[in-house]
């Protein structure tokens, strides 16, 4: 079975940190770019960092520039998201996603115009105190 499974998240207090993870089975991630999606309660879907399949470029949406790093470990088969000086604004089911020739702005930004080859089934960050 092809699947994506984030896990990683839970209940983090302001200005902490998580790193939250993203495992393919049944396929390899070598040739896709993935991204990390977020929704909030009552909100669209937004792209949050996407990360390309071969050179490593990398896109982060303006909220999260200079507090959250993508990474991908393409021996390990996942993709990291680490997520440092976490606030309430952050909270939010996040997933992620996998797809084929793309870049990495498009996914990011464009990703509701065009489908995903895979999507994880999220798992849920909460920044409260």
């Known amino acids: 079975q092809l699947q994506l499974v984030e896990s990683g998240g839970g209940l983090v207090q302001p200005g902490g940190s998580l790193r939250l993870s993203c495992a393919a089975s049944g396929f390899t991630l070598d040739n896709y770019a993935v991204g990390w999606f977020r929704q909030a309660p009552g909100k669209e879907r937004e792209g949050v960092s996407c990360i390309s399949s071969s050179d490593s470029r990398t896109y982060y949406a303006d909220s999260v520039k200079g507090r959250f790093t993508i990474s991908r470990d393409n021996a390990g088969n996942t993709v990291s998201l680490q997520m440092n000086s976490l606030n309430p604004e952050d909270t939010a089911v996040y997933y992620c996603?996998?797809?084929?020739?793309?870049?990495?702005?498009?996914?990011?930004?464009?990703?509701?115009?065009?489908?995903?080859?895979?999507w994880g089934k999220g798992t849920l960050v909460t920044v409260s105190s």
């Open positions: 996603a996998a797809r084929t020739f793309t870049t990495v702005q498009a996914m990011c930004v464009s990703f509701q115009h065009f489908g995903m080859d895979h």
